[in-house]
T-cell receptor, first 116, second 112 residues
Framework: DQQVKQNSPSLSVQEGRISILNCDYTNSMFDYFLWYKKYPAEGPTFLISISSIKDKNEDGRFTVFLNKSAKHLSLHIVPSQPGDSAVYFCAASPPDRGSTLGRLYFGRGTQLTVWP | DVKVTQSSRYLVKRTGEKVFLECVQDMDHENMFWYRQDPGLGLRLIYFSYDVKMKEKGDIPEGYSVSREKKERFSLILESASTNQTSMYLC???????????FGPGTRLTVL
């Protein structure tokens, strides 16, 4: 059973506009959330993260919002650029290091396409 | 600069062959992970290890085994490759207490 869900497999946005990628989770124990970006034939690279004690984290064009009550997070990219075209994975981390030992739970990913 | 390397970028094997995928990290990380990525299924955890000679099953360990004889190296073994193991295999590593995982470039395995 998937604990992290990305319900939109794809998103298409015009260059310069905002991209909003969504992620839902079911495990209320998750206390840290990450977004990864993946280009074809490359490994995922870390993009941005947020702790459960915050509701927003910003890094340049990328902002992640966390709504704990809704168990929902979103990644905003403003303005979107063609180079942002990639698969974006949402991931969550539980606090119990003893049994989970640093593992992350990933969503299935959203393919973002930014067109000129 | 942190680095995770995987022995092959592309690999073609025949059904029934034993396959070894190697992963090496130079960051002195304790935790190492093996995932496979398939279209529409995202990243699925096969096995992970939090110390030398230690291993834990992930979500899809069937048909796979792992070996961690040295801290920097984590091997994924397909005991008898099957066509449904055709996939992109990704290795990652992380430090205890740090959630961010660093990924290698992946190995595209095709089993004929």
């Amino acid at each position: 059973d998937q604990q992290v869900k990305q319900n939109s497999p794809s998103l298409s946005v015009q260059e310069g506009r905002i991209s909003i990628l969504n992620c839902d989770y079911t495990n209320s124990m998750f206390d840290y959330f990450l977004w990864y970006k993946k280009y074809p034939a490359e490994g995922p690279t870390f993009l941005i993260s947020i702790s459960s004690i915050k509701d927003k984290n910003e890094d340049g064009r990328f902002t992640v919002f966390l709504n704990k009550s809704a168990k929902h997070l979103s990644l905003h990219i403003v303005p979107s650029q063609p180079g942002d075209s990639a698969v974006y994975f949402c991931a969550a981390s539980p606090p119990d290091r003893g049994s989970t030992l640093g593992r992350l739970y990933f969503g299935r990913g959203t393919q973002l396409t930014v067109w000129p | 600069d942190v680095k995770v390397t995987q022995s092959s970028r592309y690999l073609v094997k025949r059904t029934g062959e034993k396959v070894f995928l190697e992963c090496v990290q130079d960051m002195d990380h304790e935790n190492m992970f093996w995932y496979r990525q398939d279209p529409g299924l995202g990243l699925r955890l096969i096995y992970f290890s939090y110390d030398v000679k230690m291993k834990e099953k992930g979500d899809i360990p069937e048909g796979y085994s792992v070996s961690r004889e040295k801290k920097e190296r984590f091997s994924l073994i397909l005991e008898s490759a099957s066509t449904n193991q055709t996939s992109m295999y990704l290795c990652a590593s992380s430090s205890p207490g740090r959630d961010e995982q660093f990924f290698g470039p992946g190995t595209r395995l095709t089993v004929l």
